[in-house]
């Protein structure tokens, strides 16, 4: 089937300009995560939907950033006002519920680069 | 310091050689240990988890979890070149969702 999906594989932005990145997880699944990944780091993570549940932000690092999932499935983040330090591969995970986050599938990132 | 510790490498072996690749965390209640396989421009894919400490062998691949010294490790029997990619130690507490994960090791196997 399907695995998850990520639009666009990459995104050059001027600096000040806002983003959007699409991710659309495997069918199903109700669990959703963002993560980012800076070069030779490890995934940092922003933020987690479960199902109909308030989505926890804990991990996004200013309010310069936002994500949303509508109808359970497609989920978009937002980065407004992007600064160079935003440059970085962002990551989508699914996983089939919360409780099995040990077990998420990774689409294959939006690489952003913030000029 | 870190919730979850993994030297960076790289880390280059010959083809055939036995590879281990390492973790240390430091948060006790821990209980799923995963290790995801990601190779260049791509995501990362899960290879294997354990819940608990012992171990777990998944064909050339074998994880294993000591509690007692909150480490982690992955062994690669016979390693290919098709092995090389950044390995990513990850885990987490029974019932919660977030994931930690460690730096990735680099492996580079050469034919």
């Known amino acids: 089937g399907a695995g998850v999906s990520q639009s666009p594989s990459n995104k050059v932005t001027e600096k000040g300009k806002d983003v959007e990145l699409r991710c659309d997880p495997i069918s199903g699944h109700t669990a959703l995560y963002w993560y980012r990944q800076s070069l030779g780091q490890g995934l940092e993570f922003l933020i987690y939907?479960?199902?109909?549940?308030?989505?926890?932000k804990s991990g996004l690092p200013s309010d310069r950033f936002s994500a949303e999932r509508t109808g359970g499935s497609v989920s978009t983040l937002t980065i407004q006002r992007t600064q160079q330090e935003d440059s970085a591969v962002y990551l989508c995970?699914?996983?089939?519920?919360?409780?099995?986050?040990?077990?998420?599938?990774f689409g294959p990132g939006t690489r952003l680069t913030v000029t | 310091q870190k919730e979850v510790e993994q030297d960076p490498g790289p880390l280059s072996v010959p083809e055939g050689a036995i590879v281990s690749l390492n973790c240390t965390y430091s948060n006790s209640a821990f209980q799923y240990f995963m290790w995801y396989r990601q190779y260049s421009r791509k995501g990362p894919e899960l290879l294997m988890y354990t819940y608990s400490s012992g171990n777990k062998e998944d064909g050339r691949f074998t994880a294993q979890v000591d509690k007692s010294s909150k480490y982690i490790s992955l062994f690669i029997r016979d390693s290919q070149p098709s092995d090389s990619a950044t390995y990513l130690c990850?885990?987490?507490?029974?019932?919660?969702?977030?994931?930690?994960f460690g730096a990735g090791t680099r492996l580079f196997v050469k034919a």
């Open positions: 939907f479960q199902g109909n549940s308030a989505p926890d």
């Open positions: 995970a699914s996983s089939s519920t919360a409780s099995s986050s040990y077990e998420q599938y």
């Open positions: 990850a885990t987490r507490n029974t019932g919660g969702f977030k994931t930690i």
